[in-house]
């Protein structure tokens, strides 16, 4: 049983690159989460999906896109790399979006930008 | 918005118990979850309780909620060194768009 699995584990990234971070669950999960984790700050929601073919923003979108074309997958992506999302990225995902449903994380991926 | 605060570390000798705790400001969470963290891992849940109680206790974790202060602890008894990790407390908020709340972590240390 996978779970939810993250790729890559590490990029370094120079700026104004772009990429694609991936993330895909096996547990037929609705609900799928982005978030980046910088020291000291907690975990920070980016943005959120609640089925295939919706979206919507957390907390800090800007710079980031999704999109979620099934139901394992929710891809993050970089336009335009800035030393600013230089972070841990987390995906996430949970049954339904209600308060007793705990989520489900990814390793994280690990990302630079010099 | 909601806000979860926790201190950033704590440091306890091997055996001994270790408490965590957590504050929050949304009185309408209802569901109030801890996580450990260890190094170069994603989060793993580890209890949760609901609001209308008091207390859980899950073999070496004690949960206590206390609704009116809005304050949460994790106890650990007789810590061991595997327990070393970042402990996040996490809130479902109602008023913060239908999601969950971390806190920044406290990082736990064990020492020998």
């Known amino acids: 049983n996978a779970g939810v699995t993250q790729t890559p584990k590490f990029r370094i990234l120079k700026i104004g690159q772009s990429m694609t971070l991936q993330c895909t669950q096996d547990?037929?999960?609705?609900?799928m989460y982005w978030y980046r984790q910088d020291p000291g700050m907690g975990l920070k929601l980016i943005y959120y999906s609640v089925g295939a073919g919706i979206t919507d923003k957390g907390e800090v979108p800007n710079g980031y896109n999704v999109s979620r074309s099934t139901t394992e997958d929710f891809p993050l992506r970089l336009e335009l790399a800035a030393p600013s999302q230089t972070s841990v990225y987390f995906c996430a995902s949970s049954y339904i979006r209600q308060s007793n449903q705990p989520q489900h994380f990814g390793d994280g991926t690990r990302l630079s930008i010099l | 918005g909601e806000d979860v605060e926790q201190s950033l570390f704590l440091s306890v000798r091997e055996g001994d118990s270790s408490v965590i705790n957590c504050t929050y400001t949304?009185?309408?969470?209802?569901?109030l979850y801890w996580y450990k963290q260890e190094p170069g891992a994603g989060l793993q849940l580890l209890t949760y309780i609901f609001s209308n109680m008091d207390m859980k206790q899950d073999q070496r974790l004690t949960v206590l909620l206390n609704k009116k202060d809005k304050h949460l602890s994790l106890r650990i008894a007789d810590t061991q060194t595997g327990d070393s990790a970042i402990y996040f407390c996490a809130v479902f908020s109602g008023n913060y768009g239908q999601n969950f709340v971390f806190g920044p972590g406290t990082r736990l240390s064990v020492l020998p």
């Open positions: 547990m037929n999960h609705n609900y």
């Open positions: 949304d009185s309408s969470s209802t569901y």
